[in-house]
């Protein structure tokens, strides 16, 4: 039996010091090692403080600029050194309400309408918070993160069609999803080989295909698979930004002709210039008939799914091999939030898995397990991401997440139907689904349209945003906010003429007479 006045031997040795050795540690010296705070309920009521600080800045977000630029004194202060001491908490927190919140990139308001950024939602806090507060580490073990996340997996299953054992990893966002995606669709055409022996497994040069719409991280992974993005075909596409079927046939039909091996089809769904779809359908039909891996690109488009009323749009989609998909954008789970949905589980675990000893499996225990998320992808150390999603579909619903970016859509046809009638502005690309894009008309040169935005930017009014079509810049918003309404397309309006006058002679005419715009203040 263990005798607690008995000391061990290695007890004792600790205890008396040896000459010329530091004293052993008080137990308040090993108190103070502790990262905890010393008051816990000081701790509590700075915290409470902090949540209900930002819970009333979210509720009043629009009464503040949509954007302002960092003051270079506030700059100044994130370029000094290391801290090496701390300092109180409430100190800290003084320093973020006055010198980090009011400068972060602004996708919670109304009028951020320049980039596909979810606005985020007060119950994903909360979740985000939450899920801090466990810390799990989710690459692997047996704990109830990842029964969290595969039940997230049978979700996004459920909502494109996929089979009930299909497979599925969050990410940081559909970039590296899609490049997932592509390591996927090599593993599978080359089998595990290429794991060790490289691409010379295949004889031929493996091609992938996507419209010239599609985002530039397809380019990316074709170059960090070691490809090449010179065998990335881009595919032209048709007047709404959709790819061409045909022309991708050609495409294909000429680099089998000459020897290469076409591998990997990339479909879009919701470009970024101008929310077009790619038909999906057909594309997994060509991908089918040359034996090809068909993937779709849904950063914020895939989530057309959850609505009834939108969801014919992106017929096909059930019939891909992968999907890659953002729950930050139309989903508004806070950043970050990407997810890779594949058909194949095998497939898909055969491209990650790994048999080194630190991750191999128990019976029982924590080290228990068949299938671990680090067995989808490259990731080991992961945070709980599906917790926020989880939180946010089960609080509000699949239904109203689903109506709100029907909403989104709605609000785009109204600012589009705007801008037809006023004859300053022409509209370059029909709004397809959620995102406008315009231009002054007549203006004297195209940094007019650039100047407009970056004045809106700066007085903190609006974020519109840049783009080009059909080789001329355009103006672009892309409405995705779940705070925006009619009423702010409005007053976005007003604020854009508005701005636009400034910057010419004669504003009265030119505000409503597109032949009258004068020449740009020098």
């Not at 969290?148 to 969050?170: H, N």
């Not at 996507?210 to 032209?236: K, T």
Request: net charge negative; with cysteine.
């Amino acid at each position: 039996m263990f005798d607690s006045n008995r000391s061990s031997p290695l007890t004792a040795e600790v205890l008396v010091s040896s000459p010329g050795q530091p004293e052993p540690a008080s137990h308040a010296d090993l108190k103070s090692c502790s990262l905890d705070p010393e008051d816990w309920e000081v701790f509590r009521r700075l915290a409470h403080q902090a949540l209900d600080e930002m819970i009333s800045r979210i509720a009043s977000v629009e009464e503040r600029p949509v954007w302002q630029p960092l003051p270079s004194m506030v700059r100044e202060k994130f370029e000094r050194s290391l801290p090496v001491e701390g300092r109180d908490l409430s100190n800290v927190l003084a320093d973020f309400w006055s010198n980090i919140e009011p400068f972060a990139t602004g996708n919670r308001h109304p009028l951020f309408m320049g980039w596909v950024h979810g606005a985020g939602t007060p119950v994903g806090m909360v979740a985000e918070m939450l899920s801090a507060g466990l810390n799990a580490n989710c690459g692997g073990r047996d704990h109830v993160g990842l029964e969290v996340e595969r039940q997230i997996t049978r979700w996004a299953a459920e909502i494109f069609d996929f089979p009930s054992d299909a497979s599925g990893i969050f990410v940081t966002g559909t970039s590296m999803a899609n490049f997932l995606g592509l390591l996927v669709a090599r593993n599978q055409l080359l089998g595990e080989g290429v794991r060790t022996d490289g691409l010379v497994t295949a004889g031929r040069q493996l091609v992938v295909y996507a419209s010239d719409q599609a985002h530039a991280c397809i380019s990316q992974a074709v170059e960090l698979a070691g490809i090449g993005s010179r065998n990335l075909r881009s595919i032209p596409t048709d007047w709404t930004g959709a790819l061409v079927v045909e022309e991708l046939e050609k495409a294909i039909a000429k680099d089998r002709e000459e020897g290469r091996l076409p591998f990997l089809i990339v479909g879009t769904a919701g470009t970024v210039n101008t929310g077009a779809i790619d038909p999906l359908d057909h594309l997994a039909d060509i991908a089918r008939a040359y034996n090809a891996w068909f993937h779709v690109d849904g950063a914020f488009g895939a989530l057309l799914g959850l609505s009834t009323r939108l969801r014919p749009r992106l017929k096909g989609i059930e019939r891909a091999d992968s999907i890659a998909f953002d729950f930050h954008k139309w989903g508004h789970v806070p950043y970050d939030c990407g997810f890779f949905l594949v058909r194949d589980g095998e497939a898909h675990k055969s491209t990650f898995s790994s048999p080194a000893a630190y991750l191999a499996r128990a019976k029982k225990g924590l080290a228990a397990g068949e299938t671990w998320p680090c067995d989808l992808g490259p990731d080991l150390s992961r945070g709980f991401r599906a917790l926020k999603v989880w939180f946010t579909f089960q609080t509000l619903g699949a239904n109203r997440i689903a109506a709100s970016i029907e909403r989104c859509c709605d609000v785009a046809r109204y600012l589009e139907e705007k801008l037809r009638a006023l004859p300053i502005f022409e509209i370059v690309a029909p709004a397809r689904l959620n995102i406008v894009c315009w231009r002054v008309r007549n203006a004297c040169h195209d940094d007019f349209n650039e100047a407009i935005v970056t004045d809106l930017h700066e007085r903190g009014l609006a974020v519109p945003s840049m783009t080009t079509i059909r080789g001329r810049p355009a103006i672009r918003a892309a409405i995705v906010n779940h705070r925006t309404t009619e009423q702010h397309i409005d007053s976005f309006i007003d604020a854009m003429i508005d701005v636009s006058c400034t910057q010419l002679d004669d504003p009265v005419s030119a505000s409503r007479n597109p032949d009258a715009l004068p020449k740009l203040r020098t």
